[in-house]
């Protein structure tokens, strides 16, 4: 399978799912500003919506959200336990994870990086997404993980969207469970190795 990625954008959470299943995949960088492939395929004519991430099986078949496409790795590998079992309770609580970390933060983030933003709504998406943090920092409390001890989807997910905070002057350190959250999966050795390969770590 490939994964169609940009680095260090939403597409890094797949990207770090991936290395944590163990799969075969590759991985190919779909750069958002140029959507100019490395040997110059215009990445419109592989992914029509242009962005990442986007997953396409070696049969052909394609997902191109993130929380569709780390559910579906997940249940490839369920020893992995990277997600509740399908059915289950706690599988709800990491859908519910999922669309929360995607509607208020990742989307939360938005306007932090639209070109041509007013300074006045920046401030006003900025005030929004450090309450929802905040809320995420209690969430945190006494877990290791968003579902307790076990790293999941979900962790890869808040990871990668929490960190955007230092592009945009969201400064986190105060948020105590939140920053030794992001610590803690940026020592996963499957997570070393995606930043790695998305040149973001050295």
């Known amino acids: 399978m490939k994964l169609y ?16 299943s163990g799969l075969t995949f590759e991985a190919i960088a779909a750069p958002t500003k140029t ?36 559910q579906y790795l997940a249940d490839l590998v369920p020893n992995k336990q990277l997600a ?13 994870w999922l669309n929360t970390i995607g509607t208020e933060l990742h989307k939360g983030f938005s306007p932090l990086f639209a070109p041509g933003m007013p300074a006045e709504a ?15 920092d209690g969430e945190l409390t006494g877990k290791d ?9 979900a962790d890869a997910y808040l990871f990668v969207v929490a960190g955007w905070g230092k592009h945009v002057g969201i400064d986190i350190s105060g948020l105590n469970n939140l920053s030794a959250f992001i610590a803690r999966v940026a020592a996963r050795p499957a997570v070393q190795d ?3 390969a998305e040149g973001l770590l050295t």
């Not at 940009?6 to 944590?20: D, F, N, Y």
């Not at 006003?124 to 995420?136: C, D, M, Q, Y």
């Open 35 to 70: 959507h100019t492939l490395a040997d110059g395929t215009d990445y419109y004519t592989i992914n029509p919506l242009g962005y990442v991430p986007f997953l396409v099986l070696d049969d052909g078949r394609t997902l191109h959200e993130g929380p569709a496409i780390v």
């Open 145 to 153: 993980y968003l579902m307790g001890s076990t790293f999941t989807v």
């Open 122 to 136: 920046k401030e006003i998406a900025k005030t929004r997404l450090i309450s929802r943090l905040n809320w995420v």
């Open 84 to 96: 509740p079992a399908n059915g289950t309770w706690e599988r709800y609580k990491l859908q519910e």
């Open 5 to 20: 990625y940009s680095p260090g954008a939403c597409s890094l959470s797949p990207h770090i799912v991936l290395k944590e």
């Open 194 to 196: 995606a930043l790695r």
